[in-house]
């Protein structure tokens, strides 16, 4: 059974670094084939993708928001962790981790989807 | 401004056919899979449709998902109270190198 959690402040002040950590369980993330995303949701709007981080090292970011992201991975601990800098009022959303699966005979990130998702957590940014 | 167009909302009466539309382009939709996700309130999203017409295990086969060209849809039939929710489509975008979602449909069971 695959779950994932994420974790992280609740409220951050604008111009700090956001620090988000995702604790999964039922898969590693060193496994063929696996990634693990995350994407966010400000209140009431839709979503949106930030990063991507594959199985073996690979990583892929949102080009509208790559120089503020960066994604790593801890095998030995199940986690994924993405940190924002800079963050602003606008970047005021919940936070989703996600399992991604390759589809088969396909290669390349496009091949990726979502297929299992955190509960999501809800990161304010205000002074 | 969603790189994904979706109608805002949707409705039917239970035991109605409704589908929901997908638009985007040559970049996206016209050379990518598309998947659809459900999202019930104040839950996450969960996956509903991959590969534009695959159903994960566990999904009822009331869901289905079609594409044409630059378009998708995405079916449910038979509709339930329970199916009230916002659905989203999502593609990969070749020039962007990125995901992209569709602005969501607000789908009411009436």
């Known amino acids: 059974q695959i779950t994932l959690k994420e974790s992280g402040p609740t409220l951050v002040k604008p111009t700090q670094t956001l620090t988000l950590t995702c604790t999964f369980s039922g898969f590693s993330v060193d496994t063929s084939g696996v990634g693990v995303g995350w994407i966010r949701q400000p209140p009431g709007k839709a979503l949106e993708w930030l990063a991507l981080i594959f199985w073996d090292g690979d990583k892929r970011y949102s080009p509208s928001l790559k120089s503020r992201l960066t994604i790593t991975k801890d095998t030995s601990k199940n986690q994924v962790v993405l940190t924002m800098t800079n963050m602003d009022p606008v970047d005021t959303a919940t936070y989703y981790c996600a399992h991604s699966t390759r589809l088969p005979q396909c290669s390349g990130g496009k091949c990726y989807y979502f297929d299992y998702w955190g509960q999501g957590t809800l990161v304010t940014v205000s002074s | 401004q969603s790189v994904l167009t979706q109608p805002p909302s949707a409705s039917g009466a239970p035991g109605q056919r409704v589908t929901i539309s997908c638009s985007g382009s040559s970049s996206n939709i016209g050379s990518n899979t598309v998947n659809w996700y459900q999202q019930l309130p104040g839950t996450a999203p969960k996956l509903l449709i991959y590969?534009?017409?695959q159903r994960p295990s566990g999904v009822p086969d009331r869901f289905s998902g079609s594409k044409s060209g630059t378009s998708a849809s995405l079916a449910i039939i038979g509709l339930r109270s329970e199916d009230e929710a916002d659905y989203y489509c999502a593609a990969w975008h070749e020039s962007l190198k990125n995901w992209v979602f569709g602005g969501g449909t607000k789908l009411t069971v009436l």
């Open positions: 590969s534009d017409n």
